[in-house]
C-alpha cells in the first residue's frame, strides 16, 4: 500500500503542473488545429494601426484614442447581446430599432414639466427592451418561427413605433445631465489611476485564485510563470491605456460601464448554469433537451438579453449625441453590432464564443472606420472595407471549424 502511496503521489504532482515549453507547445499544437481564439483579432489591430497611422499621423493620437472608446460603446454593448443570441445559433435583426425604441422612450420621460428621475426612466426604457425581447423569444420558441423572420418583422415594427413615438417633432433633446454624462464624463487622472491598480489587482487576485484551485484538485494548470506574465501584460495595457486616456481628456465613464458589462455577463456565460445551458444548446438543442434543459425558456431569456442589451446600448448612443430623432437604429447600426459578435470570435453556426467577442470585434470595426474617416473616406468605401472585414471574419471561423473537427477538438 506504502509502495503505491509513493508511485502515484509523484504522478499527481506532475499532473497538476507543466513547464513553460510544454505549456507554450501545446498551445501552439492547439493553434495548428484551429483553436487559434483571439489571435485573428489581435493581428488584425496591428495592421489596422500600422497602416492608418502612416496614412495619417493623427490616428495614433490620445484625442483619437479616446474618441474611439466613446464611439464603440454603444456598438460593443449591443454586441453582448448579440452574443448570447449567436451562441444558440440564431438571430436577432431588431436590435437597431429596439434600441432606438428604448431610447425615445427614455427621453420622452425625462421631458419637463413632469419629467421623470433619470435612474426611473432608464430602467423603465429597459424594462420595455426586456418586454420586446419577451414577446419575440415567446413567438419564436411557441410556434417554432425561424429567429431571423420573427425579429426581421420585429424590425419593422419597432421602426414604426419609434416613428410614432416622436411623431413630428423630429429631434428630441435629452434634459438630463446625468444622462448625458453616460456617454461625455471623462474620469479624473488620479480617479483613472484608481481604476488602474483596482482592475489590475482584481485580475492577479482572480488569475492566482483560480491558479491555486487547479493546483489544490490537482488539475493541470498553466505554470505559474505564464501566470505572472499575464498579469504583467494586462497591467502595461491597463496603465498605458489610462496614461494616453489622462493626455487627452481622461477616461471616459462610458469605458467604466463596458468593462463592468463585459465582467458581469463574461461571468453569467462561464461561471454560471444559465451561460452552461446556452452553449449547451447552441452545441445540440436535442442533446441539451434530452439533458433535462429547459431549452424553451433559455432561448427566451436569451431574447431577453439581446433586447435589454440593445435598449442599454440605445441609450448610451442618444447619451452620446445628447438627443434621439426619427433616424434613431437606423443606418448600419444593426450591421455593425452583429459583425462586431462575429469578427470578434463568435460562431455564427452556435455553441462558440465569447462575450470578449463584443469587445474586441467593436473594437476593430471602430479602428477601421475610425482610420477611414481621418482619411475620408467616402461611406460607400465604409461599407466595402467593412464588409470585407466580415467576410474575413467568417471564413475564418468557418476555416478554424473545419480544422478542429479533423483534430476531434469541440
Known amino acids: 500500500m506504502s509502495e503505491l502511496q509513493q508511485t502515484s503521489a509523484p504522478t499527481l504532482a506532475e499532473k497538476s503542473s507543466t513547464s513553460v515549453g510544454e505549456y507554450f507547445r501545446t498551445y ?18 496591428l495592421v489596422i494601426a500600422v497602416i492608418f497611422q502612416s496614412l495619417n499621423e493623427n490616428y495614433l493620437t490620445p484625442r483619437n484614442f479616446v474618441n474611439l472608446i466613446v464611439q464603440m460603446a454603444g456598438i460593443t454593448t449591443i454586441a453582448i ?31 419637463p414639466p413632469d419629467g421623470w428621475h433619470w435612474l426611473m426612466a432608464i ?18 420558441t411557441q410556434f417554432r418561427l425561424p429567429s431571423f423572420v420573427v425579429t426581421l418583422a420585429g424590425l419593422m415594427v419597432w421602426n414604426g413605433v419609434v416613428l410614432i413615438l416622436i411623431g413630428n417633432g423630429g429631434t428630441v433633446i ?21 481604476l488602474a491598480i483596482v482592475i489590475v489587482v482584481l485580475y492577479t487576485l482572480m488569475l492566482l485564485n483560480r491558479w491555486r484551485s487547479r493546483q489544490r484538485r490537482d488539475i493541470v494548470t498553466t505554470p505559474i510563470a505564464v501566470v505572472v506574465a499575464q498579469i504583467v501584460i494586462l497591467a502595461v495595457i491597463t496603465f498605458a491605456a489610462v496614461y494616453v486616456a489622462n493626455l487627452d481628456r481622461g477616461v471616459p465613464f462610458v469605458g467604466v460601464i463596458l468593462l463592468l458589462l463585459l465582467v458581469g ?9 444559465f451561460g452552461r445551458y446556452v452553449y449547451a444548446i447552441g452545441g445540440n438543442a436535442e442533446s ?63 455553441g462558440s464564443g465569447r462575450v470578449i467577442s463584443a469587445f474586441l470585434g467593436a473594437l476593430v470595426i ?44 469541440a
Open 265 to 273: 455577463f463574461t461571468f453569467l456565460a462561464e461561471r454560471m448554469k
Open 81 to 111: 447581446g448579440v452574443v448570447f443570441v449567436l451562441l444558440l445559433g440564431e438571430i436577432d435583426l431588431s436590435i437597431g430599432y429596439v434600441s432606438a425604441v428604448a431610447a425615445v422612450f427614455m427621453t420622452l420621460r425625462l421631458r
Open 174 to 194: 435629452i434634459q438630463d445631465n446625468v444622462v448625458i454624462g453616460l456617454a461625455n464624463h471623462f474620469l479624473t487622472a488620479t480617479q483613472g489611476w484608481i
Open 123 to 140: 430602467g423603465a426604457a429597459l424594462l420595455f427592451a426586456a418586454i420586446i425581447g419577451l414577446i419575440q423569444g415567446s413567438i419564436i
Open 28 to 45: 501552439l499544437s492547439r493553434v495548428k488545429q484551429g483553436d487559434i481564439g483571439a489571435l485573428p483579432i489581435i493581428l488584425g489591430l
Open 366 to 409: 471602430a479602428s477601421v472606420q475610425s482610420g477611414m474617416g481621418l482619411l475620408g473616406l467616402s461611406s460607400g468605401v465604409k461599407f466595402v472595407v467593412t464588409g470585407l472585414v466580415l467576410l474575413a471574419a467568417v471564413l475564418i471561423d468557418a476555416i478554424s471549424r473545419r480544422g478542429r473537427a479533423r483534430s476531434g477538438i
Open 288 to 350: 441539451a433537451r434530452r439533458a433535462g434543459i429547459n431549452v424553451n425558456r433559455i432561448r427566451i431569456a436569451v431574447f431577453m438579453i439581446s433586447a435589454t442589451m440593445a435598449g442599454f446600448g440605445g441609450i448610451i448612443l442618444a447619451s452620446r449625441l445628447r438627443s434621439v430623432d426619427t433616424a434613431a437604429g437606423g443606418g448600419d447600426l444593426m450591421l455593425n453590432s452583429i459583425a462586431a459578435a462575429v469578427i470578434g470570435g463568435t460562431s455564427l453556426f452556435g
